[in-house]
């Protein structure tokens, strides 16, 4: 079984852009979650879709936004892009009630 | 956000010594995970938790639910250099509303073995 994939892996904006990350979950899974990390901050929970509804919000600003698609893969967005958003993107897919697996990442660098 | 206390941050090992890592938090999860990353990529799941004292092994590791469910252990004997990356515990909790998790991450353990 494939494994999740996100794309693009390396991303380089400047301040202001938006920017738009994808991630494909493996086959089956209808929960995706993304995740910002970062050195200072660590894992940070973005937010979750199941069944293209967004279940639950993480503490960050309005800028962040997500969507997924009627075939579970997930799209975020980033608007407005700041120096602080600069880390790693990571999206995770599992079952509900399950364990949850990560892919590789986009690594966005905001300058 | 909400995090757990991981620790040690960092260990530097002999190839062949027994590594020892730990989390705790004021909060309970009904689920433990336990992560590696490596670099440039995402965490990979190593062990997963799924009740209060369970105690579970995958190869050379083994972890353990702590019986309040506010803590964890991961355990890695006779390293070896392939296990240099660094280690996250993760607590899995159900969001009051139902039917959704999130993961609340450690901080990360470094571990360097030295061949």
């Known amino acids: 079984k494939a494994g999740v994939t996100q794309t693009p892996r390396y991303l380089i904006k400047t301040r202001g852009q938006q920017v738009t990350l994808s991630c494909s979950p493996i086959s089956g899974h209808r929960s995706v979650s993304w995740y910002q990390q970062t050195p200072g901050q660590g894992l940070q929970f973005l937010f979750e879709y199941f069944s293209e509804t967004q279940r639950n919000k993480g503490n960050f600003p309005g800028r962040f936004s997500g969507r997924q698609f009627s075939n579970s893969r997930s799209e975020m967005n980033v608007s407005t892009l700041e120096l602080g958003d600069s880390a790693l993107y990571l999206c995770a897919s599992g079952h509900p009630g399950s364990t949850q697996y990560f892919g590789p990442g986009t690594r966005l660098t905001v300058l | 956000g909400q995090q757990l206390n991981q620790s040690p941050q960092s260990m530097f090992i002999q190839e062949g010594e027994d590594v020892s890592m730990n989390c705790t938090s004021s909060?309970?999860?009904?689920?433990w995970l336990w992560y590696k990353q490596e670099p440039g990529e995402g965490p990979v799941l190593l062990i997963a938790l799924y009740k209060a004292g369970e105690l579970t092994s995958n190869g050379r590791l083994t972890a353990q639910f702590g019986i309040t469910r506010k803590d964890s252990f991961l355990n890695i004997s006779a390293s070896i250099p392939s296990d240099v990356g660094i280690y996250f515990c993760a607590g899995q909790q159900i969001w009051p509303q139902g039917g959704s998790e999130k993961l609340v991450f450690g901080k990360g353990t470094k571990l360097t073995v030295n061949p």
């Open positions: 909060s309970i999860f009904n689920t």
